[in-house]
């Protein structure tokens, strides 16, 4: 792997934190700890009620690399990172979150991908699952996913991607409506297919995203209907085979799925990725 120097594309790292006072610290020591130095790091606190703001600035008043927003209002995610965004000053956009873990050669490695394969606008990487007992299981993405694969499930892992600038641009970055609020990121995945951009998942897991065991209590059955919705819409927008307006019962579905079994299909999961440990 070549080693990248401070002359190398710089990369911009957007950041939305809310309420996550308690792993921060150890979300932003990853980005400070990567082999890659050519960054800028740019966190925008959603009107956090914690510490998650004074934590944050005490970063940026350490280091001349960190750039800190606030909200004055709570906005979502998809805003957060829009206000990011206009920030922005590398050749490449990466994503993480306040409570997970970028592994050293992250960067480095996504960087490289890039610069060596103009063909595609956007990289993402493998996951590592973990909670306070240590590491769980692997994720890994399709190696390159088409359209038809976005209507069945999420083709990249959000926070694990790395994105040409100018791509982000030109899909003016993440809508924000009351029905994308906890999918901004499979309307962006949408978007980006109907531009006609490619992307890539590495087969290597760069990225460690801390277990919910209890995520899958906390939606709404409304927010399930909203995602159907934009599943309708995303399918209609690429123009996609009628047979894959079918997936778009499955979000309902899920929605309709009694707590116990959604917990027993999460550790059936949990338990598959465990395998390749």
């Not at 932003?28 to 600035?57: G, H, P, V």
């Not at 694969?149 to 899909?171: C, G, Q, S, W």
């Not at 109907?194 to 899958?216: I, P, S, W």
């Amino acid at each position: 792997m070549e080693n990248f120097t401070i002359d190398s594309p710089k990369v911009s790292v957007i950041m939305g934190i809310y309420n996550c006072s308690t792993t921060l610290a150890e979300s932003i020591d990853s980005i400070l700890a990567q082999t890659y130095k050519n960054w800028e790091l740019i966190l925008c606190d959603d009107n956090s009620t914690d510490d998650t703001y004074r934590i944050a600035r005490e970063y940026a008043e350490k280091y001349n690399n960190i750039i800190l927003l606030r909200n004055e209002k709570n906005m979502g995610l998809a805003a957060t990172l829009n206000r990011c965004l206009e920030y922005v000053s590398g050749k490449y956009v990466a994503r993480m979150d306040g409570d997970d873990i970028s592994l050293p050669e992250r960067f480095q490695k996504q960087v490289a991908f890039l610069e060596s394969n103009p063909e595609y606008s956007v990289v993402g990487t493998g996951m590592i699952s973990f909670d306070e007992k240590g590491d769980i299981g692997i994720k890994l993405g399709i190696p390159e996913p088409k359209p038809t694969d976005l209507a069945k499930n999420n083709p990249f892992m959000h926070a694990t991607i790395m994105m040409r600038t100018e791509v982000y641009k030109a899909l003016n970055g993440y809508r924000v409506t009351s029905y994308t609020r906890r999918t901004e990121d499979i309307d962006l995945w949408f978007r980006f297919f109907a531009a006609g951009f490619k992307g890539y998942n590495m087969q290597e897991a760069l990225y460690k995203v801390r277990e919910d065991r209890t995520a899958y209590k906390r939606r709404k059955f409304k927010y399930y209907l909203d995602a159907a919705r934009l599943l309708f819409e995303g399918i209609r927008l690429l123009n996609l085979p009628a047979r894959y307006y079918l997936f778009v019962l499955k979000p309902i579905l899920s929605g309709l799925t009694p707590n116990f079994l959604l917990k027993k299909y999460h550790e059936f999961r949990v338990k598959k990725s465990k395998m390749v440990l």
